[in-house]
């Protein structure tokens, strides 16, 4: 079934963080990212009796309490909703049925053991988790998940002293915060959004690779980090392809000057250029996401002339995630021109050129195939859900209407 067969794809993600340690520099940064994203991270074990309840939670809603900024913003985020109905829904039955990729599944979207229905070790075999919590796996991607290890919490040096790394020695909430200049580096993102060298490749691409388009890209080379985009100035919103106001934050478009004076049969010929210019990896960097450039005819009254469409599509393509389609995803700084040709009918005035993003154009297919086939189980109420939602998430970033034929009063020949 088309599910366990994403989820088998998936699986030799695995090895990543085994990866990252064999490609460990001797630096203490790297160090700390081994330490901090270990293939599975270990329960945090009792805490300090003497803490007030809500510095012992592990809950976001505790944070809030004293770090509301970074509450409201992540409430926002697409981390908050990292255990949302569309992965919820495969985990349903692949608890029981496949474990070891439910482990893989969580250990990105639900990383801390906390949030983990079972355990594993090779004497016991899998175990239900004593520690499990629903309430927290339910949050997914919660700030414990970044920031707390073996109770101990971890967070970016002071602004007021940027290259400070250790604990910080202070009678503070939570028994103070060790400050690890590591949250300031890409290499914090890397184990979730980087496969290793030998996981799953399409046409030779790894399905995942975010961090390496990164690190050849000129913004590496600056020194401009993951963080310097998608947390300025610390914010925890992590606006990415779901967002309008982002997407145009990091390219660029424009359309040639189309000539106003057409008569019905002569060609209107108009060419959008499309500039990464702004994106530290490829626009976009996954698989799922699809940009429709649309160009098309318009009558007088403005309706559609529907033969007039013409569709450029970038983005990767595969149906199956065994054969690629194509791949017209543009690296940082790329920029391609697309023409768009069509003879004027006689109805047309105006072009209409307009950029359309469907993060979750890839999904929505897979929810529809698994839906429309029978499948998905003890899971299919949660699948619908995550159809309905990806069915709402398409928006415009552009849209430019130009008029092709002078108004009547100011043509000589009338
Ligand atoms: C009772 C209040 C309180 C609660 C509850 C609390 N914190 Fe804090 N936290 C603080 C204070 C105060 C500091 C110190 C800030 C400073 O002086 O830089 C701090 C520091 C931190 C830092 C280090 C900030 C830096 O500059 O790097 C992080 C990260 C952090 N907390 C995360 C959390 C998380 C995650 C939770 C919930 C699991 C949490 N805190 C719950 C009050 C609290
Ligand atoms: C995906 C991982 C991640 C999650 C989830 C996350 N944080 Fe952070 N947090 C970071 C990183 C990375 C930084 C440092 C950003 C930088 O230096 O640009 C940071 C910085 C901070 C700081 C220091 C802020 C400052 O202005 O100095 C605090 C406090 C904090 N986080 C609290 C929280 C709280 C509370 C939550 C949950 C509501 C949370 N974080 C969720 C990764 C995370
Ligand atoms: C432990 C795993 C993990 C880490 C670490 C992590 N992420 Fe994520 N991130 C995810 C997952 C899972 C999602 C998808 C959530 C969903 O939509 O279900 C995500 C989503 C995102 C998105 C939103 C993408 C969109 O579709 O709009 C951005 C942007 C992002 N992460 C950036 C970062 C940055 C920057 C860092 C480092 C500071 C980071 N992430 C660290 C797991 C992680
Ligand atoms: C290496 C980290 C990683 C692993 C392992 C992983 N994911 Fe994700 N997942 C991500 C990231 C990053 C995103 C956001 C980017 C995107 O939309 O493709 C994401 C997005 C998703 C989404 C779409 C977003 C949403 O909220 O609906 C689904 C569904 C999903 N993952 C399911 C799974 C399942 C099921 C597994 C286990 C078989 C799994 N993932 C394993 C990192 C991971
Ligand atoms: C120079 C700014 C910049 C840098 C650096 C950058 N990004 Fe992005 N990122 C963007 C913009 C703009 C978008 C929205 C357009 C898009 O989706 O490609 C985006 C989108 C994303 C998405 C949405 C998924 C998708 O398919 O595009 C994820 C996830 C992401 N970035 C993660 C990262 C990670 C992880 C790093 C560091 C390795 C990083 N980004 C570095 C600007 C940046």
Request: with cysteine.
């Amino acid at each position: 079934m088309r599910l366990s067969y994403f989820a088998a794809l998936l699986l030799s993600a695995s090895s990543f963080a085994a990866h990252a340690a064999e490609e460990r520099v001797a630096s203490a940064t790297e160090t700390f990212f081994d330490k901090h994203w270990p293939s599975t991270i270990h329960p945090q074990g009792e805490p300090d009796d003497a803490l007030p309840d809500v510095e012992k939670s592990l809950a976001p809603e505790s944070c809030r309490i004293c770090h509301l900024q970074q509450y409201q913003d992540w409430q926002t985020s697409m981390h908050s909703r990292s255990m949302s109905p569309g992965i919820v829904g495969q985990l349903v039955e692949m608890v029981t049925d496949d474990p070891a990729t439910a482990r893989l599944c969580w250990s990105c979207h639900a990383p801390l053991a906390e949030q983990q229905d079972l355990t594993y070790s090779t004497a016991d075999g899998w175990q239900d988790n004593p520690e499990f919590d629903s309430q927290l796996q339910k949050h997914g991607m919660m700030c414990a998940s970044c920031h707390v290890r073996n109770r101990q919490y971890y967070g970016p040096p002071r602004r007021s002293s940027p290259n400070t790394t250790g604990r910080i020695e202070e009678l503070l909430p939570h028994g103070s915060f060790v400050a690890e200049v590591g949250f300031t580096k890409s290499e914090f993102c890397r184990g979730c959004h980087q496969f290793a060298r030998d996981d799953y490749a399409l046409n030779g691409k790894l399905l995942e690779n975010t961090y390496a388009e990164w690190a050849a890209s000129e913004y590496a080379d600056n020194g401009t980090q993951c963080q310097d985009c998608h947390m300025p100035d610390r914010r925890h919103l992590w606006r990415g392809i779901h967002d309008a106001d982002m997407v145009r934050s990091g390219i660029t478009i424009s359309v040639s000057p189309v000539p106003e004076n057409h008569l019905p049969g002569q060609l209107v010929d108009a060419t959008i250029s499309i500039e990464n210019s702004g994106v530290g990896h490829k626009f976009p960097t996954y698989i799922t996401p699809k940009v429709f450039v649309r160009g098309r005819l318009l009558t007088e009254m403005g309706e559609q002339i529907d033969s007039s469409l013409q569709e450029y599509v970038i983005g990767w393509e595969s149906y199956d995630l065994a054969v690629e389609a194509y791949d017209t995803r543009l690296s940082p700084g790329q920029q391609i021109e697309i023409s768009y040709r069509y003879p004027l009918p006689d109805e047309g005035t105006k072009l209409q050129i307009e950029v359309v993003v469907d993060p979750d154009h890839w999904y929505r297919r897979f929810y529809q195939n698994i839906l429309n086939s029978g499948g998905g189980g003890a899971g299919r109420e949660m699948l619908a859900e995550a159809l309905a939602l990806s069915q709402r998430s398409s928006f415009s970033i552009y849209e430019q209407v130009f008029a092709l034929v002078k108004p009547k009063g100011d043509n000589p020949s009338q």
